[in-house]
Every structure is written in structure tokens, then in C-alpha cells.
């Protein structure tokens, strides 16, 4: 069985390569975007198996991108995990209703992000096993 796919989206580039680090050393293929625009291309195109998104970017939002692959009968099935420095829980509910699965406030424990991406993904593939990500 081949590795689950996530597409991290993330306007900084530290960021973007530092969740790439985790994801990949704990066994998953990962692809990146740095807007939503070219998340959305990326979905549709390569269909990582989870999404794993900002709010704040350039261009459209995060809520932006999550409620256009919420509403996508192409994309809807793709798990949404918005990872957002956003931490009122005003914005929480909103990131909820446009379509994500989990709405995670940075910073946030390697771990524990890799615990909520095991719980959202299918069990088709093979699950790596964390790996010490601290």
C-alpha cells in the first residue's frame, strides 16, 4: 500500500517546509501550495488524501478554499484540516461550517498534529507510525 497524501497550504515558507518535515518523516508524500488558488489546482489535480490549510493567505482564504472543496463533488470527500494562527472560537465555527473535519490553533505539538491527520484520514492506506517529532 503506498503512503496517504497531504497538500500543505501555506503562504510562509517556513512554515510550509517545517509541516512538510513533520509530515514526511512520519511516512506521508506530501505536495504544497502557497496560495489557495493553486491548492485548489493541486486538489483537483493530484487528490491528496487530506488537506492541511491556513486562513490567512493572499488571494483567497482558507475558509475560502475549505467551503469551494466542501461544496466540489470532486473534491467534498478530501478531508479538511485547517491549521490557522486564528484562535477565537468565532472563527473556529466558521472554519467548521465551510467544511473542515478539525480546526487546529498553531502552535501546535508535532504529535498532536499527527494524532488529529491519523483520526481524519482513511484506513486504505498504510498509516505510518509517528516517528519522534519533537
Known sequence: MSAHTILVVEDSATERDYLADIFTTNGYRVIT???GEIALRKTRDERPDLVVLDVVMPGLSGFHVTRA????PETRDIPVLILTGKSS???RIWGMRQGARDYVVKPVAPLELLARIARLLPETAS???PADAS
Open 33 to 35: 501550495a502557497e496560495n
Open 69 to 72: 472543496l466542501s461544496r466540489n
Open 89 to 91: 472560537e468565532t472563527d
Open 127 to 129: 498509516a505510518p507510525t
